[in-house]
């Protein structure tokens, strides 16, 4: 499983183009625009299946009215929503940066969770990684599949089906 997740610079022309250009590598492209308001998301989106993305393969950030309004694959939610899958017809997914994050998401019903960050990672500057024996332990304790962020790139991304990790999602390695 691979996703692509945004990089938080809005639906400009240049993104839009990317994230079509990106779509048929992934699984799915997490939509993670904070910045923007639910309207500003909804337009993206529209302007995305207008030009022919697959809603099922766009996963909205933080917004499970978005995902339902436009019956896309999923929604994933930041490690401190407290959400339960059973209340959404669609897939949901959350991060988690700890063993208790990764359980507490299984007791909640929802589908997949992420685990960050694994490497070293421009967006998390200054913090440690939690490395691949870490993904190993969360990959172990739960039933979920869990999708390894941070840091992920080309020449590390074989080291990763070892730990039991179901995939991947990152930003850099396709978003720049």
Do not use: W
């Not at 074989?158 to 390695?173: C, E, K, R, V, Y």
């Amino acid at each position: 499983m691979q996703h692509a997740i945004t990089k938080g610079v809005g639906f400009t022309e240049a993104s839009i183009t990317q994230i079509l250009n990106v779509l048929p590598q992934v699984d799915a492209v997490v939509l993670r625009e904070k910045q923007l308001t639910t309207q500003q998301l909804a337009n993206g989106i529209a302007t995305l299946l207008t030009r022919g993305a697959d809603a099922k393969k766009l996963i909205v950030h933080s917004a499970p009215q978005l995902a339902e309004r436009f019956q896309l694959l999923g929604c994933h939610f930041a490690a401190d929503a407290n959400i339960n899958g059973n209340d959404f017809p669609f897939l949901c997914g959350q991060s988690t940066h700890s063993i208790q994050e990764a359980l507490s998401c299984e007791t909640r019903a929802l589908d997949y969770i992420y685990f960050s960050h694994i490497f070293p990672s421009s967006s998390k500057q200054g913090m440690p990684p939690r490395g691949l024996q870490a993904l190993r332990e969360v990959c172990a304790l739960t039933t979920l599949p869990v999708i390894a962020l941070g840091g992920i790139t080309k020449t590390n991304q074989h080291l990763l089906p070892s730990t039991g990790a179901s995939g991947f999602a990152a930003i850099s390695m396709f978003f720049n």
